[in-house]
């Protein structure tokens, strides 16, 4: 994401609580008073601008003219109505606004990037992208089939909608740098066979084409990581067909413990 302008309604020592991580030298700031003052129209261009505010009003100004909000309750009892909101203004991180401008505008997010595949999440563009993983028979001799085709694309919007929002992670797209394919899926997610909030399951699939390479390990060590370090959480299981053999030697070239019956564990 490139530079973009803060439009906010904070003072001037609350916006300078942000300067350490977006000093003004690198990011224009702007106060949404003086856009509403110039009638908007000097500020529509093609700039990207992310709205940090604490009141209601402003919050409403902003989107109603496409700009996503990050609230800041500067009072304990303040309730905004933005989708994301924090109470200190020193721990917010570019990412945090790169997060309310994708969700705003329903951008898949790009979550991490290795020596040959980009990791990000979905949109409903890349339904039939999904669909073709899927295509060689062998895709699910030890997976899930998807579902009947409408079934399947709408489970697909609710996914977009509901878990990437609520859980800030989930099944992921894989694709390849060189050809800017998709070539698989991988990810973590919350299921009912977790014991807690702090663990997660990994699960991935990559197209037959491009298996045996070293894609599938190479792609779940960075979610591995990402999990421990920026999603904080503190073990990691999978499920493993026992006749997936090139499955079982992933787990253990990623350190995973097995504890029976195709059950696999990693501690942070």
Not at 82 to 92: G, K, M, P, T
């Amino acid at each position: 994401m490139c530079n973009f302008v803060i439009v906010n309604d904070l003072s001037l020592e609350e916006e300078k609580l942000l300067h350490k991580e977006f000093p003004p030298y690198m990011y224009e700031y702007v106060k949404v008073a003086d856009m509403v003052d110039t009638n908007w129209q000097p500020f529509l261009n093609e700039k990207t601008y992310i709205g940090i505010a604490k009141s209601n009003d402003s919050i409403s100004l902003l989107e109603a003219h496409n700009i996503g909000v990050l609230g800041y309750e500067s009072t304990p009892r303040e309730y905004l109505s933005s989708a994301y909101v924090v109470q200190d203004l020193e721990r917010v991180e570019k990412r945090d606004l790169e997060v309310v401008d994708s969700r705003f505008h329903n951008i898949p997010l790009t979550i991490l990037e290795t020596k040959r595949c980009i990791i990000r999440e979905h949109s409903i563009e890349d339904y039939q992208a999904i669909l073709d993983i899927y295509q060689d028979e062998s895709m699910t001799k030890y997976i899930e089939p998807l579902f009947e085709t409408e079934e399947e694309r709408e489970y697909q919007r609710q996914y977009i909608e509901v878990v990437y929002k609520l859980y800030g992670y989930g099944l992921w797209l894989i694709i390849d740098k060189e050809t800017n394919s998709v070539i698989g899926r991988a990810g973590v997610e919350s299921k009912e066979n977790c014991k807690d909030i702090t663990q997660v399951e990994l699960s991935y699939q990559v197209k037959k084409e491009y298996q045996n390479r070293g894609i599938a390990t190479e792609v779940c060590k960075a979610i591995v990581n990402y999990t421990f370090e920026k999603l904080e959480k503190k073990s990691i299981i999978a499920n493993v067909n026992e006749k997936n053999i090139p499955s079982i030697r992933i787990m253990e070239k990623l350190g995973f413990e097995s504890f029976g019956d195709g059950k696999y564990i990693l501690r942070k």
